[in-house]
């Protein structure tokens, strides 16, 4: 029997194959590489799908990360909350711009739990940001609402949540800028590396575009140290195309999450909690289990593969030993990594296989 993969990207570019070719046709005969029109031309179709005002390429998401603390004039001497339990890339961001992250533990939804960010918070905290983990939103609102009291900044981490709402609104507009990774296994992926920022504020727009381009509006003045951190024209060229089918690709996902949610009936396995008002896009989809290797093996004699998003808490990982976090400072994101398992989750799983899956969780 064929094996259930964690995430297949193979059939998803077939089927794009031909028009993302006749993209890079075009990218080729005008040799627009580098930024340009293939480029400015996914911007806008991402800001507009988005509903946000700008939208801005880069070369991968955590660039796109360093930017907006850039951006934000976040530099040594500062913190920043983040969740723990997320990909590391939120906490680069920071770092690198030489500020400090500081980690805040996540609720029974897995996002940051806007109950403990307050007393994470001084007088060098700058921003929070918030991660839309797995692909669902956390809870913008009341986040959003703990910034404004302490006049800090709220940015989204929007890495893994292209396309997910929010109270009925697609995320990427609620905090001063948001983050994408258009790396090929996001929900939308590049044929190559690629990030991005969407923000409703012109200031920020405006500087975002020059520190992505050596700091520099006219060719060879160089206003402050800038970066190389812009899109390729091959990549944009194949979000476009790729944009066009993301909502169906997103809608599929949800289906699958749905009948997951619905069908899995084992009382050994927990799934993430979902509020009414967050619509994501599973971008993955993450349980907990108490023995996660023997399930992994009782989930291998069935043929489907698993993956751990993710095994180790930001808090804990060896870079960040001298912020001298210590085990139980983040009790609900170090329970999840060491009991997280992801399923099968990609637009293109058959019916079928989703069955598969269901049929096996259930006699786990
Ligand atoms: C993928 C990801 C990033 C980093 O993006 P890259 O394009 O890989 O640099 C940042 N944050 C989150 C939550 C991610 O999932």
Redo the contacts with the bound molecule.
Sequence with gaps: MKNIPCLDLKDQHQQVKKEVFEAFEKVYEQTAFSGGPFVEAFEKAFATYTGVNHCIGVS??????HLAMLALGIGPGDEVIIPAN?????A??VSHAGATPVFVDCDETWNIDPKKIEAAINPKTKAVIG???YGQPFDIDAVNAICQKHGIFMVE????AQGARYKGQTVGGFGEMA?????P??NLGACG???GLTTNHEKYEKHLRSLRNHGSTLRYFHDEIGYNYRMGGLEGASLSVKLKYLEGWNNRRREIATRYRNEIKNPKITLQAKPDWADGIN?LFVVTVENKEAFVEHLASHHISAAYHYPVPCHLQKAYTHLGYKKGDCPVAEYLAEHCVSLPMFAELSDEQVQTVIDALNTY
Excluded at 60 to 65: C, D, E, I, V, Y
């Design positions: 991968n998401g955590t660039t796109a990360l997320t990909f590391i890339a939120t680069w961001g991660v839309h983990l981490d929007a890495a893994q983050c994408y990774s258009y790396y296994g996001k590396e690629a990030g971008h």
